[in-house]
């Protein structure tokens, strides 16, 4: 079990998309060459946060394709 069993596939698809956005942002970060830099006060940063998003994105892709296949 994941903990995403219990959102609905469209709330899944909604935290896909935010999650790709973050992804975007943080290889934009890349991209400035402000990768490692610390953002605002409490923030994780992008090299840290990065590697979050891509956990729970793809935590969130296995429900959305374990649903498709059912």
Known sequence: MSGLEAAS???????????????????ARIAAGTFHEVGPK???PP???GQLTLALLDGVAAELTRREAS
């Open 9 to 27: 596939t469209a709330t899944l698809r909604v935290i896909a998309g935010n999650l790709r956005h973050g992804l975007d942002v943080v290889a």
């Open 42 to 44: 409490g923030a994780a």
């Open 47 to 49: 090299a840290q946060s």
